[in-house]
């Protein structure tokens, strides 16, 4: 049941080289697959009210529609990941794919904010060994999780049910900026801001729980 939740074991003992919790102790929140012109300014609301920054893995796909919105998550102080750019499982592919998903992505993100990002995490949270050789190659950081929500199931008893059980001083948390939990996405924020804060954990800014 816990690994259901957090890859963390099996992940550590191959892959010791990423992130599979924060280093600092405090909790780094994260959101995947956006920017997306529904739900993103819905983050930003609530992380802004809550003072919380966070690290944004965006599709380049994404990014390249709507860059206006990548600079908005960027200049309220947030960090902006490679999450690929057609969001394709990396898992199985040649290297020449996986490295032109990755560059794609950089080449999107770093036009609309100016600066190549410093973090990946793969699609669907499959990698292999490709994938970890074409990182160091472009020296960039491969960063997992110990904290699944399942928000995309779109329930807010089955996040509240992963926070109760799992949300610790070192959590990496996974959340979506996608269509699919937009229904619940102000309330599933508020109710980690609200589990952290009864659990007494700190919430981290990205930079200082990665190094
Ligand atoms: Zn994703």
């Not at 950089?106 to 990946?120: C, D, K, L, T, W």
């Not at 001083?169 to 309330?187: G, P, Q, R, T, Y």
Request: hydrophobic share 40%; with cysteine; proline share 5%.
């Amino acid at each position: 049941m816990r690994l259901f939740y957090n890859p963390e074991f099996i992940g550590t003992k191959l892959f010791p080289d990423f992130f599979w919790r924060t280093i600092n102790g405090k909790i780094l929140l994260t959101f995947d697959d956006g920017p997306n012109p529904e739900t993103t300014e819905i983050i930003l609301k609530k992380i802004s009210d809550l003072k919380i920054k966070s690290l944004f893995f965006c599709v380049g796909n994404n990014v390249f529609k709507y860059p206006e919105l990548t600079r908005e998550i960027f200049s309220e102080g947030h960090l902006i990941g490679n999450h690929s750019f057609n969001h394709s499982v990396l898992l199985g592919k040649p290297q020449s794919f996986v490295r032109n998903e990755i560059q794609k992505a950089n080449v999107a993100i770093e036009s609309a904010i100016g600066i190549q990002p410093e973090y990946f995490r793969p699609p669907k949270g499959r990698f292999s060994l490709t994938l970890k050789r074409t990182l160091t190659e472009l020296k960039m950081k491969n960063v997992m999780w110990n904290l699944l929500t399942f928000d995309y199931k779109n329930d807010l008893n089955i996040v509240k049910f992963a926070l109760i059980n799992f949300l610790k001083a070192d959590s990496i948390v996974v959340m979506h900026d996608n269509k699919k939990n937009k229904s619940i996405l102000s309330e599933e924020i508020e109710l980690l801001f609200n589990i952290a804060k009864e659990k007494e954990l700190e919430f981290g800014a990205p930079a200082e729980c990665l190094k």
